[in-house]
């Protein structure tokens, strides 16, 4: 993953970092996600010795800074950029952002995903729904089919939206249903509670 990418300033401060340790040589600076808010990644930004590198972490060198970022977080920092930020500290910024938070999910095996029914809703999702939602900053993730029922994440803009059951109803499950009738329901299964979309309220018991 060569397009993780880190500035000429970041560099410099992270140098004069390393200098205070008392090697440069030694340590290299690790940068991992640490979880989410929901919304965005956390990271941990540290040093560490370099011989603690395991076979499956990417190694980058940037000038005399040498980065490393563990194998779990390689794909969650593809485009991402360590920088320095208005206020003269590290910063990430990261193109990509964690998967929604699912609630009730039923008990899902690796079929889920995989049988006819769950290809047959994907490719709806990717060629038909996703292209037209996405110019309201969402998307909808298939998380399986089970028993001809569909369950799907709603993310981007669409979590955490007030409009996100109509969207789910008059858009999604339509589409779905048409293509692939064997389906008898569409289940969002995305916590909304946890998106940052303004307009999202709670349902009222």
Known sequence: MSDFRVTDAAVGVVLDALA???TTDALGLWVEVAGNDGTSFMYDVYFQELAQVDSEDLRLRFGELSVVIPRDSISRLAGATLEVGADGELAITNPNTPTPEA?????????????????????????????????????????????????VLMGGGCQGCGLAAMTLSQGIATAIQDAVPEIIDVVDVTNHAAGNNPYYQPAKK
Request: aromatic content about 4%.
């Open 103 to 151: 609630t009730d999910l039923p008990d899902l095996g690796p079929e889920a995903l995989a049988n006819d029914l769950a290809l047959r809703v994907n490719a709806i999702l990717e060629e038909q729904v996703n292209p037209a939602i996405a110019a309201h900053g969402g998307y909808a993730e298939l998380v399986g089919v089970v028993e001809e029922r569909a369950y």
């Open 20 to 22: 205070d340790e008392g």
